[in-house]
């Protein structure tokens, strides 16, 4: 039976949720609970002599700052180098750290460069780990060249690793071939996978499992954390390699790590299996490129698809953001549904917006008010409000189609890119979103710019906005029920900043109002609270008082409410 040696990455590949951007002290603690836990190998981090900080972070510009973590850890330890990032001209000698190999990770077409950096760091004492990224690129003979090119080096391991999520155990067991056939006697068999497709637990207990005559190294992280649809799990290896071969791995430091920290982390910054996540490794591209689509929040799994589908060979294994922004937004460009008329807003009343936001429900006697007043188009963003309106305004084919059954034709607004299964001249207008989706050269397809760039055609000067409260985590963001929300930290800020870029490009053209509390007006909380007490007659609540006392002086509500 082939020796089995386990090796965590939880401070590496894990940094990918966080930006490396692990406190002192966690790194401590995972260390510890790693070494605790008797795992073989503890990968550390990466060693990127290009970055700026030298604390709270797992990339380390050199291995100094590094070894100050190292001091009382008995297992082996390894840091990562992505080929490029660190000038190994500049790194210790092993003797001089507490590090004992190097791992190198690399793209094929750089891999000579990476045989020249691996025979340095291999010459500076390190026991060298070849990781050559996306080995699905590499056909049968490209892959024997490559082992043959690293026998003769002599390097510690020589890794398969499955860096889409998608190796097919038929895949695997040819690359296990060859390199048992071929790799050899004393170099290990590494294999490093992502989940995108569950495969990484299979494949790796049938590695474990196969009668391979030398070291096999598994990869794994604790709680599965890692980019996209993350890893295989350390606890669960660890646990299947304690039954099968009777090791001794100690599994309470690593649910420690997952109960203590994982879990809250895992609340910020989502990984594991979606189905967003499994296209990326279906179509064999980067993961990057499915998690760019998700956040936008907007796109129906169909038609994430129909976008990464889009995508030309030579650019699936490395992310670029601009092609996918391009290819995003020239879907959404396509004419679907034809404008058959016009549609236009008298401008003798005023527009009130009402967005799906939480604070809505807080301010519906408020809302209600104005829309008694029968002073205002009332207008739904992308969903069927609690409020009676005039105008249901949709952009989003997600949303559409949420609501559609229930919508009314002769109610119901969409741009042109929706399909929607009611004839267009049914409909109460049509808009080109080709028209509206641009302020200057600049895409937006949220939907209040969109209808905020519709208000400005037509004339008007003003608007108000009920329920744009911007998007906020782990809290429920709408004022209906929603399964399908913001859920990361990253897509939050991004969403958030891209809203509050478009007003602010907007506001020069047109005045906007926020009837509710939103996090894209200054003082809004005052403002609403102002507007609060005014639609209850003046009656200022205890709490309120307390507010009123820190945010406004009580002067400006007398004088508001024509008090003398």
Request: glycine share 4%.
């Amino acid at each position: 039976m082939n020796k089995v040696t386990l090796l965590d990455c939880t401070l590496r590949d894990g940094g990918y949720i966080n930006n490396w951007e692990f406190k002192d002290s966690q790194i401590t603690k995972i260390l510890s609970a790693l070494d605790s836990a008797k795992i073989d190998i503890i990968e550390c981090g990466y060693l990127n002599d290009k970055i700026d900080k030298s604390s709270n972070t797992t990339l380390f510009k050199n291995t100094q700052i590094l070894s100050k973590f190292l001091q009382n850890i008995k297992m082996r330890k390894v840091a990562m180098i992505n080929l490029g990032d660190f000038d190994v001209s500049t790194l210790s000698e092993r003797s001089q750290t507490l590090l004992d190999g190097i791992r190198l990770s690399f793209h094929k077409e750089y891999l000579e460069s990476a045989l020249d950096v691996a025979k340095i760091l291999k010459a500076l004492g390190y026991k060298v780990y070849f990781q050559p990224m996306i080995t699905k690129r590499y056909n049968d003979l490209e892959f024997l060249h490559m082992i043959e090119k690293v026998n003769k080096i002599g390097l510690c391991a020589l890794y398969i690793v499955d860096s889409f999520g998608s190796m097919s155990l038929k895949e695997f067991t040819r690359y296990c071939a060859l390199a048992e056939n071929n790799l050899e006697q004393n170099c290990a068999l590494g294999y490093h996978s992502h989940n995108n497709m569950q495969l990484a637990f299979s494949n790796a207990i049938f590695l474990c499992t196969q009668n391979i005559k030398r070291e096999v190294i598994i990869d794994s992280s604790i709680y599965g954390i890692g980019r996209g649809a993350g890893n295989l799990n350390t606890e669960l290896i660890a646990d299947f390699c304690n039954k099968e071969f009777d090791t001794h791995y100690e599994i309470m430091p690593l649910l420690d790590i997952i109960d203590t920290l994982l879990q809250n982390l895992r609340a910020k910054h989502l990984w594991g299996f979606s189905p967003a996540q499994y296209l990326s490794a279906s179509l064999d591209i980067h993961p990057n490129y499915a998690s760019y689509l998700t956040c936008k929040n907007a796109n129906k799994i169909t038609i994430l698809k129909q976008i990464l589908e889009q995508i030309p060979e030579e650019k699936k294994s490395t992310f670029d953001k601009k092609l996918i922004q391009k290819l995003h937004a020239d879907f959404l460009l396509k004419c679907i549904t034809p404008i058959k008329k016009e549609f236009s807003l008298s401008k003798d009343k005023k527009v009130l917006l009402i967005a799906p936001g939480k604070s809505t429900d807080e301010y519906q006697d408020l809302i209600n008010q104005k829309i008694q007043s029968n002073g205002y188009h009332v207008i739904a963003l992308n969903h069927i409000s609690k409020f009676p309106c005039d105008y249901y305004f949709f952009s989003n084919q997600k949303r559409y189609d949420e609501f559609s059954t229930f919508l009314q034709p002769h109610k119901t607004l969409i741009t042109n890119n929706l399909k929607t299964h009611i004839p267009s001249n049914e409909l109460r207008g049509v808009l080109d979103f080709a028209k509206l989706a641009f302020i200057g050269d600049e895409f937006f397809s949220n939907v209040s710019v969109i209808m905020l760039n519709f208000l400005i055609l037509q004339g008007f000067e003003s608007v108000e906005f009920a329920g744009l409260d911007g998007y906020k985590l782990v809290e429920e963001n709408y004022s209906y029920d929603e399964y399908d929300v913001q859920i990361t930290l990253e897509n939050i800020q991004e969403q958030n900043t891209l809203i509050k870029n478009a007003l602010r490009l907007l506001k020069p053209k047109i005045t906007i109002s926020f009837v509710t509390p939103s996090i894209f007006e200054e003082n809004t909380f005052k403002g609403a609270l102002e507007n609060r007490i005014l639609a209850n007659g003046g009656g200022v609540s205890l709490c309120d008082c307390h507010i009123l006392n820190k945010k406004l002086p009580l002067k400006r509500f007398l004088d508001k409410r024509n008090v003398a």
